[in-house]
């Protein structure tokens, strides 16, 4: 699981109730259970409406990209590919079907494969930019979701008020009970604008980067594949692959690959 944005939620909470009762609130006073149900459950309610049962079905796995780790190490994928164009450069490409079809990433494993079976590479090209975009079309609909949820909320929260108030106003010749059921009624609002802000908002942020990070390897294992196709030198497929790979995360060789270079070096 990725840390990061369970602790990010859990500053943000701790920064707002920190900063309520350092100004004398009690926290108590912002457990109100009606405005929860109002603000969440209307909400839920609002995204079950706006998208169809396939959509809904996909709501578990984009919270798994939100909160779990990266599923692919770019470092070790770059240097997979490299010893794929060492021994497609000493061996042509055929050597590679059996060590392609065990490869755990299916990008690279069925662009090897449609390079082993003599794909044009026009046509290569253009199928793996379908995938692409397939990759892309798919984290922005997880994304749009929880876009949507925080969209919601805060509307959900201003009709929970409202109703509140009304509560309210009928409630004038009880003026004791003014100052308690005024601050029932914006509790509603508050709920509606810190889940938006501090959870559905943020996790749809969180999916689309994950989706640029993946869509950055997928392209890196584009040019990969189309280096090995064109019988590249691993040197320089190397170099051209590390612009999309941080310097700070570069791995070093595997043995397998440090024997490729050097046999497709002799």
């Known amino acids: 699981m990725d840390i990061t944005i369970l602790l990010g939620i859990?500053?943000?909470?701790?920064?707002?109730?920190?900063?309520?009762?350092?100004e004398?609130?009690?926290?108590?006073?912002?457990?109100?259970?009606?405005?929860a149900l109002i603000v969440f459950g209307g909400t839920a309610a609002a995204v079950v409406i706006s998208y169809p049962a396939?959509?809904?079905?996909?709501?578990?796995?984009?919270?798994?990209?939100?909160?779990?780790?990266e599923p692919f190490d770019k470092g070790q994928l770059l240097e997979d590919i490299v010893a794929m164009s060492a021994i497609a450069r000493r061996s042509g490409v055929l050597a590679l079907e059996r060590s392609s079809m065990d490869h755990p990433n299916e990008f690279l494993r069925e662009g090897i494969q449609l390079v082993v079976d003599g794909t044009d590479q026009?046509?290569?090209?253009?199928?793996?930019?379908?995938?692409?975009?397939?990759?892309e079309q798919r984290y922005e609909g997880y994304a749009k979701i929880f876009e949507s949820a925080g969209g919601y909320a805060?509307?959900?929260?201003?009709?929970?008020?409202v109703m509140g108030l009304i509560h309210v106003l009928g409630s004038l010749t009880e003026p004791a009970e003014l100052g308690p059921s005024i601050a029932l009624a914006f509790t509603a609002t508050l709920y509606g604008v810190v889940s938006a802000n501090l959870i559905f908002l943020p996790i749809a942020s969180k999916i689309r980067v994950r989706g640029e990070d993946e869509l950055n390897a997928l392209e890196m294992?584009?040019?990969g594949i189309i280096a090995v196709?064109?019988?590249e030198n691993p040197q320089l497929v190397r170099k051209k692959l590390e612009f999309y790979h941080r310097p700070d995360n570069r791995v070093s060789p595997s043995a397998e690959t440090r024997e490729a270079l050097n046999e497709s070096t002799r």
Not at 54 to 69: C, D, M, Q, V, Y
Not at 122 to 135: F, G, K, P, S, T
């Open 229 to 231: 196709q064109n019988g």
């Open 122 to 135: 026009d046509q290569l090209i253009e199928i793996l930019e379908v995938e692409l975009d397939a990759v």
């Open 154 to 161: 805060p509307t959900m929260g201003i009709i929970g008020t």
């Open 221 to 223: 294992l584009m040019q």
């Open 24 to 35: 004398g609130g009690q926290f108590s006073g912002l457990l109100q259970w009606t405005a």
């Open 10 to 22: 859990a500053a943000g909470l701790a920064a707002l109730i920190g900063g309520f009762m350092l």
């Open 54 to 69: 396939s959509k809904l079905r996909t709501i578990p796995e984009a919270l798994r990209i939100a909160f779990g780790k």
